[in-house]
């Protein structure tokens, strides 16, 4: 097995990926990237935060770099932050991340990721699989499904989950 070239934070963070990269003690690793179904799923959650971010008081934020600890940078599919002025890297814990799977991922195989998120502080993970359509809360020893509603305590934040996926559906179709 080849042994992986490790890059300095450093250069990852002057570097531009196309597709960005996750970053993890050194190493580049490749994020699989979604067909329509979740590049929609990952677009209808972005524009519910930012049509309520003044409401909620949250930002959504498309696939930005999360500085998870010193040497890991992740980039969720959406993270919702409280505003901080002045910081082009999220470094504060996000209030949420969202990880659309894609049709490589599995729940598995995105843990370390959302074992990540959890180190670094964020208490919120959903993770969705836009073909099945179903949602999970990510909890630290697992998974839980989630039917109905999803909610953050201590925030106006209610996403309808049958709305959700009924959009989905509405745009796959071809109906706008």
């Known amino acids: 097995m080849a042994t992986p070239v490790l890059i300095p934070v450093s ?5 531009t990926y196309r597709p960005d990269r ?13 067909e329509k179904p979740h590049g ?12 309520n971010r003044r409401a ?8 930005q770099r999360v500085q998870t600890s010193a040497t890991r940078f992740r980039i969720p599919d959406v993270c919702v932050i409280r505003p901080v002025v002045g910081e082009n890297i999220v470094r504060s814990a996000p209030v949420l991340c969202i990880e659309v799977l894609s049709k490589d991922d599995s729940l598995q195989s995105i843990r370390d990721r959302v074992e990540d998120y959890f180190r670094m502080g964020v208490e919120h993970v959903w993770v969705f699989e836009p073909v099945e359509q179903k949602a999970y809360r990510a909890l630290a ?7 109905g509603t999803l909610t953050i305590p201590g925030t106006p934040v209610s996403i309808d989950l049958v709305a959700v996926f009924q959009e989905l559906d ?3 179709a071809g109906r706008l």
């Open 11 to 15: 250069e990852y963070l002057n570097t």
């Open 22 to 34: 996750d970053y993890v003690d050194g190493e580049l690793k490749e994020r699989n990237l979604g």
């Open 40 to 51: 929609l799923l990952q677009g209808i959650f972005y524009s519910l935060f930012q049509t």
């Open 56 to 63: 909620w008081g949250l930002l959504p934020i498309p696939e």
């Open 141 to 147: 020893s697992g998974y839980e499904v989630v039917t």
């Open 170 to 172: 509405d745009l796959l």
